[in-house]
Nanobody, 120 residues
Framework: QVQLVESGGGLVQPGGSLRLSCAGS????????MGWYRQASGKERELVAV???????NYADSAKGRFTISRDNTKNTVYLQMNSLKLEDTAVYYC??????????????WGQGTQVTVSS
């Protein structure tokens, strides 16, 4: 059973920082892309950042210059370092990963979500 477990959310003041983690576990051959989405109350889920297995990254415009996505392939873990947080960053953050579950089959799994609240 493949799963992703997130950690690191919480309450932070504007301008502060948080680091989210998302660890994969279970039986699989490897992981392709890993990334983070977020969903604010009353809004659609939006992509925040993605990182390929080779380390290439892509960010939403709202995250560029403030957020950094990284991964540790030895730990099957993806991270999101969030700096200079703004009120509008408040949302539930979800990680995802594309697991190679067989030699030819890839399946996407999602974490359970972690709340990030930016408030003074």
């Amino acid at each position: 059973q493949v799963q992703l477990v997130e950690s690191g959310g919480g309450l932070v003041q504007p301008g502060g920082s948080l680091r989210l983690s998302c660890a994969g576990s279970g039986s699989f051959f490897g992981i392709n892309d890993m990334g983070w989405y977020r969903q604010a109350s009353g809004k659609e889920r939006e992509l925040v950042a993605v990182i390929t297995s080779g380390g290439s990254t892509n960010y939403a415009d709202s995250a560029k210059g403030r957020f950094t996505i990284s991964r540790d392939n030895t730990k099957n873990t993806v991270y999101l370092q969030m700096n200079s947080l703004k009120l509008e960053d408040t949302a539930v953050y979800y990680c995802y990963a594309d697991f190679r579950v067989t030699f030819r089959r890839t399946m996407q799994y999602w974490g359970q979500g972690t709340q990030v609240t930016v408030s003074s």
